[in-house]
């Protein structure tokens, strides 16, 4: 690819896809079955929050569109335990059980781990930090991108393309 833009676009899909197929690798490696790795990554980001379902994507515990789903298999699985809010009974809120922060500790020492490898790959911690902050810096780009986006107007319910102006 030539164009950097695209090649950093390519970039942050295949780190992201190869960042769950570590994951997916240790959960193995746990023998775990029952979850798979984007609902291990929800618990960690979820961490000892107590929170209702709505607020896992505000958050950014979890950014894909079947959150429901997911919440449903982990508690099935008794990784997660919810309950109805007191205030709001449409509302649920989530929290880790046992089994889940089990996990989610699992998981920590799993990041603790990648951190300590990373001054063998030749990766610093300003090569990390500099890479964050040109990531942020794109995903500022995007949130305004996004707000620019020329959205096309409903057309209004007697309007034809074809049909004469009224006033002609």
């Known amino acids: 690819m030539d164009d950097p833009y695209l090649e950093v676009i390519s970039l942050v899909e295949r780190l992201h896809r190869q ?19 984007v609902q291990a990554m929800m ?21 894909g569109s079947n959150v429901s789903y997911n919440v449903k298999k982990m508690v099935e699985n008794e990784y997660l335990a919810h309950e109805r809010s007191v205030h709001d009974r449409r509302s649920i809120h989530v929290r880790l059980t046992e089994k889940g922060i089990k996990l989610r500790d699992s998981l920590t020492v799993m990041h ?50 074809t049909a004469r102006p009224l006033f002609a």
């Not at 746990?30 to 979850?35: A, S």
């Not at 063998?120 to 930090?129: F, T, V, Y």
């Open 112 to 161: 603790r781990r990648h951190a300590e490898m990373l001054s063998r790959a030749a990766l610093s911690a300003d090569d990390l930090q500099a890479a964050g902050v040109t990531l942020r810096r794109l995903e500022r780009f995007w949130v305004r991108a996004g707000d620019l986006v020329q959205r096309p107007q409903p057309l209004a319910p007697d309007f034809s393309p």
């Open 19 to 37: 960042f769950l197929e570590v994951v997916k690798l240790e959960l193995e490696g746990f023998g775990i079955q029952d979850i798979n790795n």
């Open 43 to 63: 618990l960690f980001n979820i961490g000892d929050a107590k929170m209702t379902v709505g607020e896992l994507s505000v958050r950014g515990c979890y950014l």
